[in-house]
């Protein structure tokens, strides 16, 4: 009976968490398409590079959000929290790539209107960073890889 009722509070532990990170991500998606449509109606520049300054704007604002509201992590010494800025960071990139990427796919290529290129760029860049942040950016310190194993099972 205690295993029962430590695995139903762990279960409803992810769950919180995930409908956390989803609540933050539509905010975060929703800053990034805003500031994308604002940004490119009122700045001369190619929407690749507009692209890429709204990416490091949202990053900052992930990072901060996940850090704190998602992941619910206290505050650690400077060189542990430097590590962990620097994997989200170093993490973003890989979905910032699989962010541009994409938007050249559909828009460039495929001829894609640039706001629905943009969201399917946001929802694959979302799921890269959802499980890149939960597995490996705000692991949990006893958390084994057996564990994470078992969690993606479920």
Do not use: C, Q
């Not at 949202?58 to 650690?76: D, I, M, Q, S, W």
């Not at 993490?91 to 894609?112: E, K, N, P, Q």
């Amino acid at each position: 009976m205690i295993r029962l009722r430590a695995k139903i509070r762990s279960l409803r532990e992810e769950y919180h968490e995930f409908l956390r990170y989803f609540f933050w991500g539509l905010i975060g998606t929703g800053l990034n398409i805003g500031l994308y449509e604002l940004f490119i109606r009122i700045l001369p520049i190619h929407y690749l590079v507009i692209n890429f300054i709204v990416w490091f704007i949202t990053v900052l604002f992930g990072y901060y959000t996940n850090r704190k509201f998602v992941f619910k992590r206290l505050a650690k010494p400077l060189p542990e929290t430097l590590i962990e800025a620097g994997r989200f960071v170093g993490f973003r990139v890989v979905s910032g790539i699989a962010d541009t990427g994409t938007m050249w796919l559909f828009f460039s290529l495929l001829g894609f209107n640039e706001v629905l290129a943009k969201l399917i760029a946001n929802i694959i860049a979302s799921l890269i960073n959802y499980f890149t942040s939960k597995l490996v950016v705000f692991k949990r310190p006893n958390r084994s890889m057996e564990d994470i194993k078992i969690s993606l099972n479920k």
